[in-house]
């Protein structure tokens, strides 16, 4: 498939001003608690970079990534998961939030928060920078979603189309060519 960077869809002033509003939002929620975010690599690690400032310095932050692969370099998802790296800590009995780039089908958010349970933690919320219609897979609520964009693909502020792209400062579609 041949590709082509398309139009900005999510100026990088427009998600300063959301990530600003959700970390406002976290410590609020999460007063007098200390908080554990789980970043799902690689795709959140910018917005988790950012969201992590947002959050008031009196509230106790513990960080871990977890790596899992459900996509190859196909935009399509594949159905299948798979860890490729875990979790360093533990987090029974934590308040964990975890953080996603994007939801799509809600799969790999499914598979995610199924194995965060049952290692006991003891709630589990989640943060998105962005969430595509076709969410069906993951039927709890999203905590926190930055932006509700519509079904197309798009990439940048950590978004990979084959591991490129992720280094654009704004939320640009791929347009096919
Ligand atoms: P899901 O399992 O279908 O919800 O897909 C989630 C993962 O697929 C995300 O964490 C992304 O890594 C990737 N993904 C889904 N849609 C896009 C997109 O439009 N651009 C880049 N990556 C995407
Ligand atoms: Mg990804």
């Known amino acids: 498939m041949k590709t082509a960077l398309g139009a900005v869809l999510i100026s990088e002033e427009d998600i300063r001003r959301r990530v600003t509003e959700i970390g406002r939002q976290i410590s ?10 789980v970043g ?3 795709g959140s690690f ?3 970079a950012d969201l992590i400032r947002a959050i008031s310095p009196e509230i106790p932050v513990e960080l871990d990534f977890m790596s899992v692969s459900s996509y190859g370099d196909a935009t399509t998802t594949s159905g299948t ?3 490729e790296k875990d979790l360093g800590i533990s987090i029974e009995g934590k308040d964990v939030i975890i953080v996603e780039d994007i939801v ?3 799969l790999t958010l499914l598979h995610v928060y199924n194995i965060l349970l049952a ?12 969430e595509k219609p076709g969410n069906s ?14 079904n197309k693909f798009v990439v940048g502020f ?15 579609v791929l347009d096919e060519i």
């Open 158 to 172: 950590g978004l990979d189309y084959a591991q490129h792209y992720r280094n654009l400062p704004n939320i640009r």
């Open 40 to 42: 799902i690599l690689k």
């Open 137 to 150: 897979k993951y039927d709890r609520p999203l905590d926190y979603i930055g932006f509700k964009i519509p």
């Open 28 to 37: 609020n929620d999460f007063a007098g608690r200390t908080v554990t975010l």
């Open 104 to 106: 799509d089908s809600g």
């Open 119 to 130: 290692r006991g933690a003891r709630s589990l919320r989640v943060a998105t920078l962005l």
């Open 46 to 48: 910018i917005f988790l």
């Open 81 to 83: 998961i798979h860890i």
